[in-house]
């Protein structure tokens, strides 16, 4: 991770110098959140910890359970979950309904977002990176998603990491 830190630059005035031949100065390895940071600005995604990981206690503290919570609640439970947002659409024949996936380090999240609740909370549903969602559970079959009631976004948690959502229109 270090040595590859400061890359050569090739410039004419150094091609022919051989390389120094000072040893590099010993430095401490890097804490795996600083690789994750690493990773995602490199190439948008890690396979170290997933970044929820290491924000678990504090969304906890807030009142999120992991993303896997939705799958075993029973439905019209009402819960709260928090996720990177992988992705956003608003297909023209949903009647304005906002469709989201969450993601963090135990799965996904489903969650659906109607017109009402993206007025309430328009900033977090269309900018926000990293969503806290409290809502209903809606099961239908095999099929789990949160009805939305509340967007809070924490985004600025995540401020270092470079995360792009793959909204769709």
Request: with cysteine.
């Given at each position: 991770?270090?040595?590859?830190?400061?890359?050569?630059?090739s410039a004419p005035l150094f091609e022919r110098a051989p390389p120094p031949e000072v040893a590099p100065p010993p430095l401490p390895p890097p804490h795996e959140a600083e690789l994750v940071v690493a990773d995602y600005a490199t190439t948008g995604l890690t396979l170290h910890?997933?970044?929820?990981?290491?924000?678990?206690?504090?969304?906890a503290k807030l009142g999120?359970?992991?993303?896997?919570?939705?799958?075993?609640?029973?439905?019209?439970?009402?819960?709260?979950?928090?996720?990177?947002?992988?992705?956003?659409?608003?297909?023209?024949?949903?009647?304005?309904?906002?469709?989201?996936?969450?993601?963090d380090e135990s799965g996904s999240a489903n969650v659906i977002v109607?017109?009402?609740?993206?007025?309430?909370?328009?900033?977090?549903?269309?900018?926000?990176?990293?969503?806290?969602?409290?809502?209903k559970v809606e099961r239908v079959g095999e099929v789990v998603h949160l009805l939305a009631e509340r967007v809070?976004?924490?985004?600025e948690l995540v401020?270092?990491?470079?995360?792009?959502?793959?909204?769709f229109r």
């Amino acid at each position: 991770f270090w040595q590859a830190a400061p890359a050569r630059q090739s410039a004419p005035l150094f091609e022919r110098a051989p390389p120094p031949e000072v040893a590099p100065p010993p430095l401490p390895p890097p804490h795996e959140a600083e690789l994750v940071v690493a990773d995602y600005a490199t190439t948008g995604l890690t396979l170290h910890s997933h970044p929820l990981h290491f924000l678990r206690p504090h969304v906890a503290k807030l009142g999120g359970a992991p993303c896997s919570v939705l799958t075993r609640a029973l439905s019209g439970a009402r819960i709260a979950v928090a996720g990177l947002v992988l992705h956003r659409q608003k297909p023209g024949t949903a009647s304005g309904v906002l469709f989201m996936t969450l993601e963090d380090e135990s799965g996904s999240a489903n969650v659906i977002v109607r017109e009402r609740e993206q007025q309430r909370h328009r900033s977090a549903c269309i900018g926000g990176r990293l969503l806290l969602v409290r809502g209903k559970v809606e099961r239908v079959g095999e099929v789990v998603h949160l009805l939305a009631e509340r967007v809070t976004d924490l985004t600025e948690l995540v401020r270092r990491i470079e995360t792009r959502s793959r909204d769709f229109r």
